[in-house]
């Protein structure tokens, strides 16, 4: 099973790139992300919870992003493997999800680690917030402050899976088309 943890900064086109991935690996796509605007969408309770620190920038408690995580892998029992966009981000994280990944045996395979210039990430933001309607990507301030908290809170994970010898640093600048074929040749190689 190939399980890969797509990494970087707000902006640093995770979504997009974990695209390319899906299709040339037949892989699920977990993102928090998604997930949580489903449940911000729908009104449910947890979804308003997750609201109302996404709204200013900050990031969704643990036990919140793992209840979700942890259904999802239940639901998809059979998959081949997955992607996870957002998530981990922090390190308590990163060690629930390797506990909920060893309960069937298919470890983190490889965190691929898209590395952007910050000036860079605040344009795609501020590109995305022009058509996406979100509130965080249309504040500088609030965009500044997301990419503070991923310095500080987030991070560390890369330290964790180096450790492990599952880091794998990736040029987040250039063409969609570029990274794409820099991520497909890294995991080509795990």
């Not at 308590?92 to 470890?107: W, Y």
């Not at 994970?157 to 010898?165: F, G, M, R, T």
């Amino acid at each position: 099973m190939l399980n890969l943890v797509l990494f970087g900064p707000p902006g640093a086109g995770k979504g997009t790139q974990a695209d390319f991935l899906i299709e040339k690996f037949q892989l699920i796509h977990l993102s928090t992300g998604d997930l949580l605007r489903t449940q911000i969408a729908a009104e449910t309770e947890l979804g308003l919870e997750a609201k109302s620190y996404m709204d200013k920038g900050f990031l969704v408690p643990d036990s919140i992003v793992i209840g979700m995580i942890k259904s999802k892998l239940q639901e998809n029992k059979n998959a081949t493997g997955y992607i996870f966009d957002g998530f981990p981000r922090t390190v308590a994280q990163a060690k629930a999800l390797d506990e909920l990944l060893n309960e069937n045996g298919t470890p983190v395979s490889g965190m691929l680690c898209l590395d952007v210039e910050k000036e860079e990430l605040i344009s795609r933001l501020l590109g995305r917030g022009k058509t996406s309607g979100r509130p965080d990507d249309q504040d500088v301030s609030i965009i500044e402050n997301r990419i503070q908290v991923y310095n500080e809170k987030t991070m560390p994970i890369k330290d964790y899976y180096q450790a492990q010898n599952k880091c794998h640093k990736i040029q987040g600048m250039g063409s969609v088309e570029e990274i794409a074929q820099r991520l497909i040749a890294t995991v080509s190689a795990l």
